[in-house]
T-cell receptor, first 111, second 112 residues
Framework: SQQGEEDPQALSIQEGENATMNCSYKTSINNLQWYRQNSGRGLVHLIL?????REKHSGRLRVTLDTSKKSSSLLITASRAADTASYFCATEEDSSYKLIFGSGTRLLVRP | KAGVTQTPRYLIKTRGQQVTLSCSPISGHRSVSWYQQTPGQGLQFLFE???????NKGNFPGRFSGRQFSNSRSEMNVSTLELGDSALYLC???????????FGEGSRLTVL
Protein backbone atom coordinates (compact mmCIF):
# COMPACT_ATOMS: atom_id res chain seq x y z
CA SER A 1 0.00 0.00 0.00
CA GLN A 2 1.12 3.54 -0.60
CA GLN A 3 2.38 5.48 2.34
CA GLY A 4 2.43 8.89 0.80
CA GLU A 5 -0.43 11.02 -0.26
CA GLU A 6 0.14 13.92 -2.58
CA ASP A 7 -1.90 16.94 -3.35
CA PRO A 8 -3.08 18.25 -5.57
CA GLN A 9 -3.73 15.19 -7.71
CA ALA A 10 -3.58 17.41 -10.77
CA LEU A 11 -2.28 20.92 -11.38
CA SER A 12 -2.55 23.09 -14.48
CA ILE A 13 -0.50 26.28 -14.69
CA GLN A 14 0.77 28.74 -17.27
CA GLU A 15 4.38 28.65 -18.40
CA GLY A 16 6.47 30.91 -16.18
CA GLU A 17 4.35 30.34 -13.08
CA ASN A 18 5.48 28.39 -10.04
CA ALA A 19 4.14 24.94 -9.20
CA THR A 20 3.89 23.60 -5.67
CA MET A 21 3.17 19.99 -4.79
CA ASN A 22 2.74 18.55 -1.34
CA CYS A 23 3.41 15.11 0.06
CA SER A 24 2.47 13.53 3.38
CA TYR A 25 3.76 10.27 4.80
CA LYS A 26 3.14 8.11 7.82
CA THR A 27 6.27 6.61 9.35
CA SER A 28 9.79 7.62 10.34
CA ILE A 29 12.06 8.00 7.37
CA ASN A 30 15.72 8.02 6.43
CA ASN A 31 15.15 10.26 3.45
CA LEU A 32 12.47 11.58 1.11
CA GLN A 33 12.94 11.76 -2.63
CA TRP A 34 11.08 13.31 -5.53
CA TYR A 35 10.84 11.70 -8.94
CA ARG A 36 9.38 12.78 -12.27
CA GLN A 37 7.69 10.51 -14.78
CA ASN A 38 6.82 11.42 -18.32
CA SER A 39 3.80 9.60 -19.64
CA GLY A 40 4.30 5.84 -19.36
CA ARG A 41 8.08 6.08 -19.10
CA GLY A 42 10.57 5.40 -16.36
CA LEU A 43 11.06 7.59 -13.32
CA VAL A 44 13.77 10.21 -13.15
CA HIS A 45 15.26 11.20 -9.80
CA LEU A 46 14.98 14.91 -9.06
CA ILE A 47 16.17 15.51 -5.52
CA LEU A 48 16.76 13.77 -2.19
CA UNK A 49 16.38 15.35 1.22
CA UNK A 50 17.57 13.56 4.34
CA UNK A 51 15.54 13.42 7.53
CA UNK A 52 17.89 15.84 9.29
CA UNK A 53 17.56 18.46 6.55
CA ARG A 54 14.81 21.04 6.29
CA GLU A 55 15.29 22.53 2.85
CA LYS A 56 17.21 21.73 -0.30
CA HIS A 57 17.63 23.43 -3.66
CA SER A 58 18.57 22.10 -7.07
CA GLY A 59 18.30 24.48 -10.01
CA ARG A 60 14.64 25.53 -10.26
CA LEU A 61 13.61 22.99 -7.63
CA ARG A 62 13.14 23.67 -3.95
CA VAL A 63 12.18 20.93 -1.51
CA THR A 64 11.20 21.33 2.11
CA LEU A 65 10.78 18.64 4.73
CA ASP A 66 8.90 18.90 8.02
CA THR A 67 9.41 15.67 9.93
CA SER A 68 7.20 16.83 12.81
CA LYS A 69 4.28 17.08 10.40
CA LYS A 70 5.50 14.22 8.23
CA SER A 71 5.18 16.34 5.13
CA SER A 72 7.24 17.67 2.25
CA SER A 73 6.71 20.10 -0.56
CA LEU A 74 8.27 20.46 -4.00
CA LEU A 75 8.37 23.88 -5.62
CA ILE A 76 9.21 24.25 -9.30
CA THR A 77 9.91 27.87 -10.16
CA ALA A 78 9.48 29.52 -13.57
CA SER A 79 7.85 26.41 -15.01
CA ARG A 80 8.31 25.36 -18.62
CA ALA A 81 6.16 23.27 -20.95
CA ALA A 82 8.84 20.57 -20.66
CA ASP A 83 8.04 20.27 -16.94
CA THR A 84 4.72 18.66 -17.86
CA ALA A 85 4.86 15.25 -16.18
CA SER A 86 3.75 13.32 -13.10
CA TYR A 87 5.68 13.98 -9.91
CA PHE A 88 6.02 11.45 -7.11
CA CYS A 89 7.40 11.68 -3.63
CA ALA A 90 8.99 8.57 -2.20
CA THR A 91 10.11 7.80 1.32
CA GLU A 92 12.78 5.40 2.46
CA GLU A 93 12.94 3.96 5.95
CA ASP A 94 16.21 2.93 7.60
CA SER A 95 17.56 -0.34 6.21
CA SER A 96 14.38 -1.06 4.28
CA TYR A 97 16.00 -0.98 0.83
CA LYS A 98 12.69 0.05 -0.66
CA LEU A 99 10.89 3.23 -1.62
CA ILE A 100 7.28 3.87 -0.73
CA PHE A 101 5.74 6.14 -3.32
CA GLY A 102 3.01 8.67 -3.03
CA SER A 103 0.04 8.79 -5.35
CA GLY A 104 1.58 11.46 -7.55
CA THR A 105 0.68 14.89 -8.90
CA ARG A 106 0.00 15.34 -12.61
CA LEU A 107 1.40 18.69 -13.66
CA LEU A 108 0.38 20.36 -16.92
CA VAL A 109 2.29 23.48 -17.94
CA ARG A 110 0.46 25.35 -20.67
CA PRO A 111 2.60 27.26 -23.22
CA LYS B 1 27.59 4.90 -18.61
CA ALA B 2 24.64 3.09 -20.11
CA GLY B 3 21.42 3.36 -18.16
CA VAL B 4 19.20 0.64 -16.77
CA THR B 5 17.97 -1.61 -19.56
CA GLN B 6 14.74 -3.55 -19.37
CA THR B 7 13.54 -6.16 -21.83
CA PRO B 8 11.11 -6.68 -23.35
CA ARG B 9 9.56 -3.22 -23.44
CA TYR B 10 6.10 -4.47 -24.36
CA LEU B 11 4.48 -7.85 -24.17
CA ILE B 12 1.05 -9.38 -24.33
CA LYS B 13 0.16 -12.60 -22.54
CA THR B 14 -3.02 -14.50 -21.80
CA ARG B 15 -4.35 -15.53 -18.42
CA GLY B 16 -2.62 -18.56 -16.95
CA GLN B 17 0.63 -18.02 -18.81
CA GLN B 18 3.87 -17.03 -17.17
CA VAL B 19 6.27 -14.21 -18.00
CA THR B 20 9.90 -13.39 -17.35
CA LEU B 21 11.19 -9.83 -17.40
CA SER B 22 14.83 -8.90 -17.51
CA CYS B 23 16.79 -5.97 -16.11
CA SER B 24 20.41 -4.98 -16.66
CA PRO B 25 21.55 -2.42 -14.09
CA ILE B 26 24.00 0.41 -14.52
CA SER B 27 27.54 -0.91 -14.56
CA GLY B 28 28.89 -1.12 -11.02
CA HIS B 29 25.48 -1.09 -9.36
CA ARG B 30 24.91 -4.10 -7.15
CA SER B 31 21.32 -3.41 -6.07
CA VAL B 32 18.30 -4.03 -8.27
CA SER B 33 14.73 -3.26 -7.25
CA TRP B 34 11.45 -3.99 -8.97
CA TYR B 35 8.25 -1.97 -8.82
CA GLN B 36 4.79 -2.48 -10.28
CA GLN B 37 2.83 0.52 -11.49
CA THR B 38 -0.91 0.38 -12.13
CA PRO B 39 -3.52 3.14 -12.42
CA GLY B 40 -5.38 1.81 -9.40
CA GLN B 41 -2.58 0.95 -6.96
CA GLY B 42 0.12 3.30 -8.14
CA LEU B 43 3.76 2.38 -7.65
CA GLN B 44 4.29 -0.63 -5.42
CA PHE B 45 7.52 -2.27 -4.32
CA LEU B 46 8.01 -5.88 -5.39
CA PHE B 47 11.50 -6.85 -4.20
CA GLU B 48 15.10 -5.76 -3.91
CA UNK B 49 18.28 -7.74 -4.52
CA UNK B 50 21.85 -6.96 -3.56
CA UNK B 51 24.71 -9.24 -4.53
CA UNK B 52 22.30 -12.05 -5.37
CA UNK B 53 20.49 -11.83 -2.01
CA UNK B 54 16.93 -10.66 -1.60
CA UNK B 55 16.97 -8.01 1.12
CA ASN B 56 13.33 -7.05 1.07
CA LYS B 57 10.09 -8.19 -0.47
CA GLY B 58 6.81 -6.40 -0.98
CA ASN B 59 3.34 -7.63 -0.28
CA PHE B 60 2.72 -9.63 -3.43
CA PRO B 61 1.59 -13.25 -3.83
CA GLY B 62 4.10 -16.02 -4.35
CA ARG B 63 3.37 -15.97 -8.09
CA PHE B 64 5.79 -13.06 -8.22
CA SER B 65 9.41 -14.07 -7.88
CA GLY B 66 12.78 -12.72 -8.78
CA ARG B 67 16.45 -13.43 -8.78
CA GLN B 68 19.74 -11.72 -9.32
CA PHE B 69 22.76 -13.13 -11.06
CA SER B 70 26.43 -12.74 -10.22
CA ASN B 71 26.78 -9.99 -12.84
CA SER B 72 23.97 -8.06 -11.04
CA ARG B 73 21.48 -8.59 -13.85
CA SER B 74 18.06 -9.46 -12.52
CA GLU B 75 14.95 -11.23 -13.69
CA MET B 76 11.46 -11.29 -12.32
CA ASN B 77 8.91 -13.94 -13.08
CA VAL B 78 5.16 -13.92 -12.77
CA SER B 79 3.43 -17.29 -13.03
CA THR B 80 -0.22 -18.05 -13.66
CA LEU B 81 -0.94 -14.58 -14.95
CA GLU B 82 -4.14 -12.81 -13.97
CA LEU B 83 -5.82 -9.85 -15.65
CA GLY B 84 -4.83 -7.69 -12.68
CA ASP B 85 -1.15 -8.29 -13.38
CA SER B 86 -1.39 -5.94 -16.35
CA ALA B 87 0.97 -3.15 -15.40
CA LEU B 88 4.16 -1.29 -16.08
CA TYR B 89 6.99 -3.15 -14.35
CA LEU B 90 9.88 -0.90 -13.47
CA CYS B 91 13.38 -1.95 -12.57
CA UNK B 92 15.77 0.35 -10.73
CA UNK B 93 19.41 0.03 -9.80
CA UNK B 94 21.66 1.67 -7.25
CA UNK B 95 24.96 1.16 -5.49
CA UNK B 96 23.06 -0.41 -2.61
CA UNK B 97 23.08 2.22 0.11
CA UNK B 98 19.95 4.28 0.84
CA UNK B 99 19.51 6.96 -1.77
CA UNK B 100 18.78 7.67 -5.37
CA UNK B 101 17.43 4.95 -7.63
CA UNK B 102 18.02 4.89 -11.36
CA PHE B 103 15.01 3.55 -13.23
CA GLY B 104 14.69 1.81 -16.55
CA GLU B 105 11.95 2.60 -19.06
CA GLY B 106 9.87 -0.32 -17.87
CA SER B 107 8.25 -3.40 -19.33
CA ARG B 108 4.58 -2.93 -20.12
CA LEU B 109 2.70 -6.18 -19.62
CA THR B 110 -0.82 -6.66 -20.90
CA VAL B 111 -2.70 -9.77 -19.79
CA LEU B 112 -5.71 -10.73 -21.92
Amino acid sequence: SQQGEEDPQALSIQEGENATMNCSYKTSINNLQWYRQNSGRGLVHLILIRSNEREKHSGRLRVTLDTSKKSSSLLITASRAADTASYFCATEEDSSYKLIFGSGTRLLVRP
Amino acid sequence: KAGVTQTPRYLIKTRGQQVTLSCSPISGHRSVSWYQQTPGQGLQFLFEYFSETQRNKGNFPGRFSGRQFSNSRSEMNVSTLELGDSALYLCASSEGAPGELFFGEGSRLTVL
